[in-house]
């Protein structure tokens, strides 16, 4: 299971940490992305890393304030996320991958946390 955190309401320019908390042993070998569903919107991809080489992947959008890393010893995963901005606004949705790649796809895994929402205000 997955348990994504750290959302909130904040001001356009700030930053926030969100965490995805993973239960079981096996979080290890598995590849975490996080994606974002914004008001009236579908999901998008927002980041991934490969368990493997921890080789990451960001949408354009995310490039360059957007940053994914991991806590293999607290099995957590993180999404940085700096000069937030209005259209940031969105469910964020952590995921785990079985595969060892940075995968965009949403069918390339196989969990996902519950969400947590991220409100900009400008």
């Known amino acids: 299971q997955l348990q994504a955190s750290g959302g909130g309401l904040v001001q356009a320019g700030d930053s926030l940490r969100l965490s995805c908390a993973a239960s079981g042993r096996t979080f290890d070998v598995y590849s975490p992305g996080w994606f974002r569903q914004g008001p009236g919107k579908e999901r998008e991809f927002v980041a991934a890393?490969?368990?493997?080489?921890?080789?990451?992947s960001y949408a354009d959008s995310a490039k360059g304030r957007f940053t994914i890393s991991r806590d293999y010893a607290k099995r957590t995963a993180f999404l940085q996320i700096n000069s937030l901005k209005p259209e940031d606004t969105a469910v964020y949705y952590c995921?785990?991958?079985?595969?060892?790649?940075?995968?965009?796809?949403?069918?390339?895994?196989?969990?996902w946390g519950q969400g947590t929402l991220v409100t900009v205000s400008s």
């Open positions: 995921a785990a991958s079985p595969f060892a790649r940075e995968f965009m796809a949403e069918r390339r895994y196989d969990y």
């Open positions: 890393m490969s368990y493997r080489d921890g080789k990451t």
